[in-house]
Structures are given as C-alpha cells and as structure tokens.
C-alpha cells in the first residue's frame, strides 16, 4: 500500500520548466551557441551542470568559465521566478495536495532544484508539505535514486510504500531506481516508463491513482 508521496516540482506542480529553459536559451544566445525548444527537451528534469554539459557539447571551457555559465543561467533563472505566486501552480496540484492531506498521506517535495524552497514558499504551499528534499540534499542527481530515497528517509517510510509524481525521463528512472511507485505526467515517449502515465494533474483524483497503482501490484 502507498503512505506517502514525493512530488517533482518544475513541471508537475508549476511550470518553472519553461522559465529554466528561458533561462539557458538566453545563456546559450550569449555564447553563441545553437540552441532551441527541442533541443531543450533533453534537458528537462537534468540537473544545472549536466544541463550546461549537453548545451556546450563538445565545445572547449575551463572549469571557471563552466562555473561562471551556470552562475549567470542561475541569475537569469532566479530574475524569471522573481514574481511566481500561487497563481503559478498548475490545475489539479492543490486539490491533490489537499486531497492526499485528508488521506493521510505523506508528502515530500523531491526537486533537485537549489531554488526549490524559493519557488515552494512563493508558490504559498510550504505548510501543505511535511518534507522538502532540494538541490542541496544529496550528491547524485536523478536519474540516481539518492534524491528520492532521502525524501523518503525524511518522511520516515520505506521506498516500497512511496509514489513519485515526475514529468521528465530522468525522474521516472529515478524513482524506479528507488523501488517506488511512479506517476509520468506528460507523453508517452517522455514518461512511457512510469507504472501509471497522465497527461497532468488536472482533475485527478487520488483514489483513481491508488486503484491503479493497487491492480498493478497484484
Ligand atoms: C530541476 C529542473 O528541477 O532542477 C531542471 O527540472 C534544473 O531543469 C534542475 O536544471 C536544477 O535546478 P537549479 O535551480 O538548481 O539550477
Ligand atoms: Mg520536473
């Protein structure tokens, strides 16, 4: 059975995927390098530096000049998410929130976003959630279990019993890594391999999910 949720951020509960991407595309403008929306697409759920990786590619950079970009990406990121408010959660997040609340069920935040208890506290759901697990928690980024067995660890259950709630390829294989349920949110070809897949949160209701998730592990 399922006791506690851990829920992405920049794409499941509010759309400061399209902000990161801003971001880096201004970067990459500066720098001349090539860049766009579907190139963009592999770097959703990707953390800062491997971001950077994939836009540079092969091209030559110092650590300090690597440094320096994703300082600058951050600044321009940070100036982007400046004036996000609740009006920025996407349809369905608070009603899933609140709906897991009065089920009794646990809910972590697994981003691995340093900015992420910024965008939490502006997005006015701190006190809805009993755990926040950030881009300053653990080592590894996903697609390694790290950040969502800490999530779990703070809410003090075992990853078997935990859902992870994840737009991007890189979460789906994270949360998998940690033996946990998985929700996809978004299309197939990007989350295929989650256990149930939705195209977002609106209108979900946590029963439906559970009887999902509850036939598929029989
Ligand atoms: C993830 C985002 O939540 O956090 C990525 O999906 C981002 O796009 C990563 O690169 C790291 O975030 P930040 O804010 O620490 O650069
Ligand atoms: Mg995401």
Redesign the pocket.
């Known amino acids: 059975q399922i006791q506690g949720t851990i829920f992405?951020?920049?794409?499941v509960l509010t759309d400061t995927?399209e902000y990161?991407y801003q971001a880096w595309q201004r970067l990459a403008d500066e720098e001349g390098i090539p860049f766009n929306r579907q190139a963009n697409e592999a770097?959703?759920?990707?953390?800062?530096r491997a971001?950077l990786m994939l836009i540079i590619g092969n091209r030559r950079y110092s650590d300090a000049e690597i440094e320096e970009m994703m300082e600058r990406k951050?600044q321009y990121?940070v100036e982007l998410i400046k004036n996000i408010s609740s009006q920025d959660l996407l349809p369905g997040a608070v009603s899933l929130l609140d709906q897991l609340r009065q089920a009794q069920i646990k809910i972590a935040i697994g981003?691995?976003?340093?900015?992420a208890r910024t965008v939490i506290e502006r997005l006015g759901i701190a006190d809805k959630v009993d755990a926040i697990a950030d881009?300053y928690s653990v080592q590894k980024p996903k697609p390694a279990p790290d950040l969502f067995l800490f999530a779990a660890q703070q809410l003090g259950l075992a990853p078997s019993l935990c859902v992870v709630f994840e737009d991007?390829t890189a979460g789906i294989a994270a949360g998998l890594a940690a033996g946990m349920w998985t929700v996809g949110l978004g299309p197939g070809e990007r989350v295929g391999a989650a256990h149930v897949v939705l195209p977002n949160l609106a209108g979900i209701k946590w029963v439906d999910i559970r009887a999902k998730l509850t036939r598929y592990s029989r």
């Open positions: 992405d951020l920049d794409g995927a990161h770097l959703r759920g990707v953390s800062r971001s951050n990121y981003s691995g976003s340093k900015n881009g991007a």
